[in-house]
């Protein structure tokens, strides 16, 4: 598996010898420094150059880089948002373990992105076209206080979508409720426990994608407790999950609200975790609810 100095002399060297290509930045973990560092990271690269269309219809230039397992064209599948004349990409699986997700890009096009993403470093720039970047860090992404009407509405949208999966529950309907777990309530759980966090340690951190560094602050037993919301595909073993969820939303939900001097509709909680477990006791051949 190449080194990722070695890695990065092939990208800029790469660079230096295409006279298309005025500068190259690199984003993503491998700039973050808070990121945990192993041989999964990718190389998150993106060319400056004056025009995407000559690298679009040449589609060998990229061998370069090392042999392909397999790959991707985003901007040619139906999944990605696409402006190909400022933005095209390739991400690559080499055979020795690296990926390269790389891009070429429109200086317009970078500028804008480099406003919203602190953790840009320039590697080269031949005609100094690249304003001065401050030192990057995962700022951007720290956790952002919520205002009371944020914490409220977040309450509401997970004792509210309960509704859904209390039905799909009982129904056995396991995908459907599968996806309301995950989809509708798992995001409002993620984002107390994210907001406890933040109040730990000023709102100066970021738990990441999918709350995947969250286990850094919390406490183990509530870190463990988390990861028991997260059943199997077996009913009985998904109501018990969505009752674990329910009660560490709920005590979670009173810390955030005390420390963060907000109200907190008990009563809401309350008469929806009670309907929950009416339903869980409905037997299936229930003609009525009540």
Same mark, same amino acid.
């Given at each position: ?53 000559? #690298? ?8 370069? #880089? ?9 901007? @040619? ?6 402006? *190909? ?15 390269? @997700? ?9 500028? &804008? ?21 401050? &030192?990057?860090?995962?700022? *951007? ?37 599968? @996806? ?13 426990? &994210? ?7 000023? #709102? ?42 329910? &009660? ?24 929806? #975790? ?17």
């Amino acid at each position: 598996m190449r080194t990722e100095q070695e890695m990065l002399d092939l990208i800029v060297n790469a660079a230096n010898s295409d006279d298309r290509i005025r500068a190259v930045a690199m984003n993503g973990s491998r700039t973050n420094p808070n990121a945990i560092r192993d041989i999964f990271q990718d190389y998150d690269i993106v060319y400056v150059v004056k025009e995407t269309k000559s #690298f679009r219809e040449n589609k060998h230039w990229i061998d370069q #880089f090392g042999e392909r397992l397999y790959m991707q064209y985003p901007e @040619d599948t139906s999944y990605y948002p696409k402006d *190909v004349e400022n933005c095209y990409g390739w991400l690559m699986q080499f055979s020795d373990g690296n990926r390269l @997700d790389l891009h070429v890009s429109t200086l317009n096009y970078v500028l &804008e992105d480099m406003k919203k993403d602190s953790l840009y470093k320039v590697l080269l720039d031949k005609d100094d076209c690249i304003p001065f970047l401050p &030192e990057a860090s995962d700022k *951007v992404y720290w956790i952002k206080k919520p205002s009371e009407k944020q914490f409220l509405d977040t309450c509401n949208e997970f004792w509210w979508c309960l509704n859904n999966v209390a039905k799909g529950l009982w129904r056995e309907e396991i995908t459907y409720t599968m @996806d309301m777990i995950n989809y509708a309530v798992r995001p409002s759980l993620i984002d107390l426990l &994210e907001w406890e966090i933040g109040l730990q340690t000023d #709102f100066s951190v970021s738990i990441g994608k999918s709350g995947k560094y969250m286990y850094r602050w919390l406490k183990e037993e509530k870190w463990n407790t988390f990861l028991r919301t997260y059943p199997s595909g077996i009913i009985k073993e998904i109501w018990d999950s969505v009752f674990i969820m329910c &009660e560490l939303f709920h005590s979670t939900a009173k810390e955030v609200a005390e420390k963060m001097d907000f109200n907190y509709n008990e009563m809401e909680a309350k008469n929806s #975790f009670k309907f929950l477990k009416d339903i869980y006791l409905l037997p299936k051949d229930a003609t009525h609810i009540y």
